[in-house]
């Protein structure tokens, strides 16, 4: 670890170390949340974990292999390892790996169906797997005519896109059948469906464009121009708001899928690069590796609602389920930031923002929040 990253950390805990045992003193103590943070760590090939009720990591889950995607369904947690063509269990209760399911071949994305079944994309060879995480095993496996990149799922349908081939194919989950291929015209970046299923949004950096799909029949419904090569989509809690980010620019799209629009283009801090929304709030928050600053826009006025100096390289940000606090991890230390919204938000409140900052593992791939009583 670098040691710039240490003595942020120490600086960090110098300045709140004692604002978890000293707020008593001169205001109402924060609700402590009881849950697991998971981080799949590169560099360490390792899963680690911390006590979010204290804010403290408390063991390491080597894997042996480099870990990707943290996945959670009924009541278990699996990890993919792309390189070695692994999914492997978490022992959540034991903190250790449990059993390992090999793909076909290296895994390139991996999601959960609302049937809990996970669904992962492999290339060489490119395949469709269907995994039931109770028995742990593969339902069945569908041969793909290229090699996947992104996908998404809504209901019984998967949606696949490529990279280079500039196809997307659905596909039924029941059935394992290939229910059609919609040419894009040029590789994609990004997809998801609309919350009803009835459209599919796909992003394609290479012309800035944003493409709408019939969920159905997969027929193009229109091109939408962007300023910026799409990346990164997020949707506000009722899907009525898609919003778009592109490492390198500093602003952020904001789509209404129902009406099949570019709505408007905000600036959103300095390079966006993560995002995340809280339901209750009703706020979109966004991270900044440029500026190291974690940004927070109300969606419905579309307005700055505060924002946070972090430090380091915030990447990706995540709520707890409570939504009381947001957990920052550092894109190269892992460390994380854990940043209270209640005061964050309250701008006659001169406390600090960030209540505290823990290690994890370093170079985060994913992180996933896990209540300590499921």
Not at 19 to 33: E, F, M, N, Q
Request: proline fraction near 6%; include cysteine.
């Amino acid at each position: 670890m670098r040691s710039t990253d240490l003595s942020r950390r120490s600086l960090f805990a110098a300045t709140f170390g004692t604002a978890l045992g000293s707020a008593a003193c001169s205001r109402a103590l924060a609700t402590r949340y009881f849950g697991w943070l998971f981080v799949a760590s590169a560099a360490d090939k390792s899963i680690t974990v911390a006590d979010l009720s204290e804010f403290r990591r408390v063991t390491n889950i080597p894997l042996g292999e480099t870990p990707a995607q943290l996945l959670q369904t009924r009541g278990k947690v699996f990890v993919t390892c792309p390189e070695a063509g692994l999914l492997i269990e978490i022992d959540k209760g034991q903190f250790r790996p449990g059993a390992k399911l090999a793909m076909p071949g290296r895994i390139a994305n991996a999601a959960v169906a609302d049937s809990g079944l996970i669904v992962i994309a492999t290339s060489q060879p490119a395949t469709l797997v269907l995994v039931d995480p109770v028995s742990r095993s593969i339902r069945y496996k569908v041969a793909l005519p290229f090699d996947p990149a992104v996908l998404d799922i809504n209901g019984e349908v998967v949606a696949l896109a490529s990279e280079s081939s500039g196809q997307l194919m659905r596909i039924s989950l029941r059935s394992g059948g290939v229910l059609g291929i919609s040419q894009l015209g040029e590789p994609c970046g990004a997809l998801r469906f609309r919350k009803d299923g009835q459209l599919i949004l796909a992003g394609l950096p290479r012309s800035r464009q944003l493409v709408t799909l019939d969920g159905q029949t997969g027929a193009l419904l229109a091109r939408l121009p962007l300023h910026f090569a799409p990346g990164r989509f997020c949707f506000n809690a009722d899907g009525g708001q898609m919003f778009v980010i592109a490492t390198g620019e500093d602003s952020v799209a904001i789509v209404s899928p129902f009406q099949n629009q570019i709505d408007q283009t905000i600036v959103a801090g300095r390079q966006p690069y993560a995002m995340a929304v809280s339901a209750t709030r009703n706020l979109l928050l966004i991270t900044n590796p440029e500026s190291g600053d974690l940004t927070i826009l109300d969606i419905e006025t579309r307005k700055l609602a505060a924002s946070v100096h972090v430090g380091g390289e915030p990447g990706e940000v995540l709520l707890t389920p409570d939504e009381e606090y947001a957990l920052v991890l550092s894109r190269d230390s892992g460390d994380v930031a854990v940043v209270r919204m209640k005061t964050v938000l309250d701008r006659a409140n001169r406390t600090k923002p960030i209540l505290t900052m823990f290690p994890m593992g370093s170079s985060p791939q994913s992180a996933l929040v896990i209540p300590q009583d499921v």
